[in-house]
């Protein structure tokens, strides 16, 4: 049985900064744009990943959810408490510096890490953390 990953989900609050950020300083690939009952859903990818998915969705992707779980999501998502990802890159400098220029919130410049890679981390424009790690060595 081989298990891989297709998909994993980042929640946002404005899909055309999200676009502007995935897509133009990242230089991700948009796979899908999909609007569904007054919702988006935007698919962006690696080009060297074609198999490998982000999809950026609304902060509670449920039309039946109450007004209360909505707010309390856009909340959790501004403090920026919901769960980001790590990207892998092959140059952490040239990525920071790439991404810093562009703007984007800095959490931590690139740093060796105890556990075996050179890292940095960012925040996206609706607040999730962005990781981006080389492995040492490499």
Not at 64 to 73: G, I, V
Not at 75 to 97: H, Q, S, Y
């Amino acid at each position: 049985m081989d298990i891989t990953l297709s998909q994993c989900f980042i929640a946002v609050d404005d899909h055309d900064k999200a676009l502007s950020f995935y897509r133009d300083v990242l230089g991700l690939e948009v796979r899908n744009d999909v609007g569904f009952e007054g919702m988006r859903w935007v698919t962006v990818g690696s080009p060297s990943q074609p198999d490998v998915e982000i999809v950026l969705e609304p902060p509670l992707a449920d039309p039946n959810s109450s007004p209360a779980d909505k707010e309390a999501m856009a909340e959790l998502l501004a403090k920026g408490l919901l769960r980001g990802v790590i990207f892998r890159t092959d140059d952490v400098d040239a990525t920071f510096e790439r991404i810093s220029a562009a703007g984007a919130e800095v959490l931590q410049e690139p740093m060796d890490q105890p556990y075996g890679v050179r890292d940095c981390a960012f925040r996206d424009p609706a607040g999730n953390m962005l990781r981006f790690n080389q492995p040492r060595g490499h």
